[in-house]
RNA sequence: CGGGGCGUAGCGCAGCCUGGUAGCGCAUCUGAUUUGGGAUCAGAAGGUCGCACGUUCGAAUCGUGUCGCCCCGACCA
């Protein structure tokens, strides 16, 4: 490609709304445009990545033998209501009506679809396995957009749904998805971790997510040191302490606190660690339906509660928690909220949840249900009854023992790129997607989905891949393998000759060129070139030709060096495959 | 959803407090000189100051409303 026929437009300062760097980078770059929150056009230099990343996507799923298919993006309100989706979905579906007055919805997802057409066109044994995939574009109302394309509303995702007789062909094809998912990545030149993401009844398989590690990450994740133990801390579990209680040291003791509701302020004051304070967290379980009821949830001080570990416990699970509010807190302990604490409480209307690490505690802190004041040395079984459940119910912190007892964890974060899943008869059942088994009788399939946010690694690789200076590209997803930068292509015959017929050699040889023809200043030339990624960069100059030779400078590199311009080629192919 | 902030040229910003002909840097266009790391000089084009209503002789500036964007919070006992 031509610089002086393509299409880039780069910024010297990034708009001050972009936050991360990548967001930042592709601004300035020009690969990305935004149109509204959440809602950006890719302009031809990020499509050329974003095309890069699709392929891979295609040939690895191809492979692995899913065939692609392409479903309609607006979908009839009919197929959600089937699942109960339509209901249960909330405001990120997007919804709207055609000239009939009829539902409609932008898909966010398509297991309904996919289902629909799956159950119409397959009905024996004899064509099932089936795995069919997409790469299409996605919409969700994303209650905040941000980070430019790492969370949009409107994305390219590859969505694939694979349908099964048996389960034990479903864990067959998770395996292969699972492997697939690793090559995918492994060619993209992206650093990541597979973690589990549910441990719930099927053991641990049902779900992976797959992770870019950078420090930007949304999500924090549990990594073993001792073993491959990786997983959301989101579901990681935080083992119960080895060591038993201690027995009861200190006599108990109110201490005036005054204006020290955080368990942090408290701990200063009375010059004590934080993890001798415990918290008190007021929910209400139990939804809006029934009467709810009040709950004191536990935590060691410089702990931090886990929601979605907690919602799962008995008697939470059956519907969604809340805060109390603060009216709530004072009808229930007489207090208001800052000074709150276990001791004292009505157990008859305070059921009490103490975390794994609060049930072994001795001689704490925590408040007095009375404002401006503490208690400390505060016992188990001596000062108030032990809790009605002890509970995981905090997130792992680093250092923690791995829960496969191997080894401690560490704490990193993670962008996730993809996810699979084991839907088991989730849709099948509900929308009869059903099978003629070999003896002839009726069954429902088994599904597995699997998802890639395709936009999502541009911006993903970015932030794993960058510098003072601008992108740093992987080869295998950069815009242009190699650049041409001609010192004085207008002005100097023999750069110009030399220049075009490097760009000839090259184009006709199958590497990915940009020549910039523009005869811009050679700063604003290399900057550009910088500033956009190009992993390998080539100079054309009159002071190099002098002596039969061109500059080659890898984006990495510190130093350019010097290369005999008949050899060029050669030294190229050798780099090209070392990336 | 709650709190905070910001909307002035393609991008980054000043002007607003104290109302009086809309500015700066980068980018863009023309010409000249430059040409191996974001040039220099001279000239030019580009904005109904987010939108609406109000106050006023007069509003980018003051008031009300509205729309959009960004950040933080939703871990608070």
Request: charged share 25%; hydrophobic share 40%; with cysteine.
């Given at each position: 490609?031509?610089?002086?026929?393509?299409?880039?437009?780069?910024?010297?300062?990034?708009?001050?709304?972009?936050?991360?760097?990548?967001?930042?980078?592709?601004?300035?770059?020009?690969?990305?445009?935004?149109?509204?929150?959440?809602?950006?056009?890719?302009?031809?230099?990020?499509?050329?990545?974003?095309?890069?990343?699709?392929?891979?996507?295609?040939?690895?799923?191809?492979?692995?033998?899913?065939?692609?298919?392409?479903?309609?993006?607006?979908?009839?309100?009919?197929?959600?209501?089937?699942?109960?989706?339509?209901?249960?979905?909330?405001?990120?579906?997007?919804?709207?009506?055609?000239?009939?007055?009829?539902?409609?919805?932008?898909?966010?997802?398509?297991?309904?679809?996919?289902?629909?057409?799956?159950?119409?066109?397959?009905?024996?044994?004899?064509?099932?396995?089936?795995?069919?995939?997409?790469?299409?574009?996605?919409?969700?109302?994303?209650?905040?957009?941000?980070?430019?394309?790492?969370?949009?509303?409107?994305?390219?995702?590859?969505?694939?749904?694979?349908?099964?007789?048996?389960?034990?062909?479903?864990?067959?094809?998770?395996?292969?998805?699972?492997?697939?998912?690793?090559?995918?990545?492994?060619?993209?030149?992206?650093?990541?971790?597979?973690?589990?993401?549910?441990?719930?009844?099927?053991?641990?398989?049902?779900?992976?997510?797959?992770?870019?590690?950078?420090?930007?990450g949304e999500d924090a994740l549990a990594i073993g040191t001792g073993s491959d133990y990786a997983c959301n801390v989101e579901l990681a579990e935080a083992l119960p302490p080895t060591e038993k209680r201690a027995a009861a040291a200190q006599a108990l003791e109110k201490v005036a606190t005054?204006?020290?509701?955080?368990?942090?302020?408290?701990?200063?004051?009375?010059?004590?660690?934080?993890?001798?304070?415990?918290?008190?967290?007021?929910?209400?379980?139990?939804?809006?339906?029934?009467?709810?009821?009040?709950?004191?949830?536990?935590?060691?001080?410089?702990?931090?509660?886990?929601?979605?570990?907690?919602?799962?416990?008995?008697?939470?699970?059956?519907?969604?928690?809340?805060?109390?509010?603060?009216?709530?807190?004072?009808?229930?302990?007489?207090?208001?909220?800052?000074?709150?604490?276990?001791?004292?409480?009505?157990?008859?209307?305070?059921?009490?949840?103490?975390?794994?690490?609060?049930?072994?505690?001795?001689?704490?802190?925590?408040?007095?249900?009375?404002?401006?004041?503490?208690?400390?040395?505060?016992?188990?079984?001596?000062?108030?009854?032990?809790?009605?459940?002890?509970?995981?119910?905090?997130?792992?912190?680093?250092?923690?023992?791995?829960?496969?007892?191997?080894?401690?964890?560490?704490?990193?974060?993670?962008?996730?790129?993809?996810?699979?899943?084991?839907?088991?008869?989730?849709?099948?059942?509900?929308?009869?997607?059903?099978?003629?088994?070999?003896?002839?009788?009726?069954?429902?399939?088994?599904?597995?989905?699997?998802?890639?946010?395709?936009?999502?690694?541009?911006?993903?690789?970015?932030?794993?891949?960058?510098?003072?200076?601008?992108?740093?590209?992987?080869?295998?997803?950069?815009?242009?393998?190699?650049?041409i930068a001609p010192m004085g292509y207008a002005k100097n015959a023999t750069v110009k000759k030399a220049a075009d017929a490097l760009y000839e050699e090259l184009r006709?040889?199958?590497?990915?060129?940009?020549?910039?023809?523009?005869?811009?200043?050679?700063?604003?030339?290399?900057?550009?070139?910088?500033?956009?990624?190009?992993?390998?960069?080539?100079?054309?100059?009159?002071?190099?030709?002098?002596?039969?030779?061109?500059?080659?400078?890898?984006?990495?590199?510190?130093?350019?060096?010097?290369?005999?311009?008949?050899?060029?080629?050669?030294?190229?192919?050798?780099?090209?495959?070392?990336?």
């Amino acid at each position: 490609m031509r610089r002086s026929q393509f299409f880039i437009s780069t910024l010297k300062e990034a708009p001050s709304d972009a936050e991360i760097v990548s967001h930042q980078l592709m601004l300035r770059a020009g690969l990305i445009k935004r149109l509204a929150g959440g809602i950006y056009t890719w302009m031809p230099l990020g499509l050329r990545v974003l095309r890069k990343v699709e392929t891979i996507i295609r040939e690895e799923m191809n492979r692995s033998g899913a065939v692609e298919l392409l479903m309609p993006a607006v979908i009839p309100a009919e197929l959600w209501q089937e699942t109960g989706r339509w209901q249960a979905y909330g405001p990120e579906l997007l919804r709207l009506k055609d000239r009939h007055q009829r539902d409609f919805v932008i898909g966010p997802t398509h297991e309904e679809v996919i289902t629909d057409v799956v159950r119409r066109e397959v009905k024996s044994y004899r064509q099932l396995p089936l795995h069919l995939y997409q790469i299409q574009t996605k919409f969700r109302d994303e209650i905040r957009p941000r980070f430019g394309v790492m969370r949009g509303r409107e994305f390219v995702m590859k969505d694939g749904y694979s349908f099964h007789a048996s389960f034990a062909d479903l864990e067959r094809e998770y395996r292969v998805m699972y492997d697939t998912y690793g090559r995918i990545f492994s060619r993209l030149g992206l650093g990541f971790r597979a973690v589990a993401a549910d441990t719930g009844a099927i053991g641990g398989t049902g779900s992976h997510e797959f992770h870019v590690l950078a420090d930007s990450g949304e999500d924090a994740l549990a990594i073993g040191t001792g073993s491959d133990y990786a997983c959301n801390v989101e579901l990681a579990e935080a083992l119960p302490p080895t060591e038993k209680r201690a027995a009861a040291a200190q006599a108990l003791e109110k201490v005036a606190t005054p204006q020290r509701t955080r368990c942090e302020d408290v701990a200063e004051l009375l010059q004590l660690p934080l993890t001798r304070t415990v918290k008190a967290i007021a929910i209400m379980a139990g939804g809006e339906a029934a009467p709810p009821s009040f709950v004191l949830l536990l935590l060691r001080g410089d702990h931090i509660l886990n929601e979605i570990k907690t919602a799962k416990l008995p008697g939470l699970e059956a519907a969604p928690f809340r805060f109390a509010t603060d009216a709530e807190v004072e009808e229930f302990l007489g207090c208001k909220p800052g000074y709150i604490g276990p001791v004292g409480a009505d157990r008859a209307r305070v059921r009490l949840i103490a975390d794994r690490a609060v049930a072994t505690m001795s001689d704490f802190v925590c408040g007095a249900n009375e404002e401006g004041a503490h208690l400390a040395g505060v016992n188990w079984g001596r000062d108030l009854p032990e809790p009605d459940l002890v509970a995981d119910i905090r997130n792992v912190v680093a250092g923690d023992p791995s829960p496969d007892g191997k080894g401690t964890l560490e704490i990193r974060r993670g962008i996730e790129v993809g996810h699979i899943f084991q839907l088991r008869t989730r849709y099948s059942e509900k929308m009869s997607c059903s099978f003629l088994d070999e003896n002839g009788k009726s069954r429902v399939m088994e599904m597995g989905c699997y998802g890639i946010g395709v936009t999502r690694i541009v911006g993903a690789a970015i932030e794993q891949g960058f510098d003072e200076r601008g992108i740093v590209f992987p080869l295998a997803i950069a815009p242009f393998a190699v650049a041409i930068a001609p010192m004085g292509y207008a002005k100097n015959a023999t750069v110009k000759k030399a220049a075009d017929a490097l760009y000839e050699e090259l184009r006709q040889a199958g590497i990915d060129v940009l020549l910039d023809d523009t005869s811009e200043r050679p700063g604003v030339m290399f900057a550009d070139l910088e500033l956009i990624g190009i992993p390998h960069r080539i100079v054309v100059g009159e002071r190099g030709l002098a002596e039969g030779k061109v500059e080659y400078k890898g984006r990495r590199d510190a130093e350019a060096q010097m290369v005999a311009a008949e050899q060029i080629l050669a030294f190229l192919r050798k780099r090209l495959c070392e990336d």
